[in-house]
């Protein structure tokens, strides 16, 4: 007997409060990153009667109301949803997580229960290296995770140079923000692989151009 796991199927934008699916990394209708301590998603269970209320009711914002976003929904209310314009897209989302939703029930895929934890760290922090010395130290920066070239998720690290990022079992790439503190940021990739099982335990080595 199988069991079924609800799945988080959309989101919201952390600055601009628009529906998208909860794989997007950054919104499509202002750009901004999310990041993973965001705002909850949405559980698959309430999308159908989600996108019944945006279908006969979305122009006084009823879909919005009904999923706990009181403040965008008093302003599609206002607005008559967006003249029909924002209506139509949180429609199109919707309906695309339902969908996302219901292929992820079928093939027995929902949250990723395996990840990546560990410590990233950039060296050399000083022009000369001694003995019994750190020659590196942890830092906080942005990540981008890509898989192949698609954008699958992106995660912080804290000061203490710790992060944690839930993905599915596969190779992936891991690309520092442009403002991390080493050197061609950008051009630093580095591939890892997380396993079928549980969490992979990793740990990333920047260079920070020091010599």
């Not at 409060?17 to 794989?23: F, K, L």
């Not at 995770?145 to 992060?163: I, L, M, N, P, Y």
Request: glycine share 12%; aromatic share 8%; net charge positive.
């Amino acid at each position: 007997m199988s069991s079924y796991a609800p799945v988080q199927s959309a989101k919201y934008c952390l600055r601009c409060e628009g529906i998208m699916d909860s794989r997007t990394v950054s919104c499509p209708h202002c750009g901004v990153v999310q990041t993973d301590s965001g705002v909850p998603g949405i559980s698959d269970k309430r999308l159908f009667p989600a996108v019944m209320l945006c279908g006969f009711f979305g122009w006084c914002g009823a879909h919005r109301f009904y999923l706990g976003r009181r403040g965008s929904g008093i302003l599609q209310l206002i607005t008559l949803g967006g003249l029909g314009v924002w209506m139509l897209i949180d429609m199109v989302l919707l309906v695309g997580s339902m969908l996302y939703a219901l292929a992820a029930c079928a093939t027995g895929l929902g949250t990723p229960t395996t990840g990546l934890t560990g410590t990233v760290t950039r060296g050399p922090i000083t022009p000369v290296c001694m003995v019994d010395v750190p020659c590196s130290a942890p830092f906080s920066a942005n990540f981008t995770v890509k898989r192949g070239t698609s954008t699958v998720a992106s995660f912080h690290s804290d000061d203490q140079g710790q992060f944690t990022v839930m993905l599915f079992p596969g190779t992936y790439s891991i690309i520092p923000a442009s403002d991390a503190p080493i050197m061609m940021a950008g051009s630093q990739v580095k591939t890892v692989t997380v396993n079928p099982t549980g969490m992979t335990t990793v740990q990333l080595a920047f260079d920070t151009g020091i010599r």
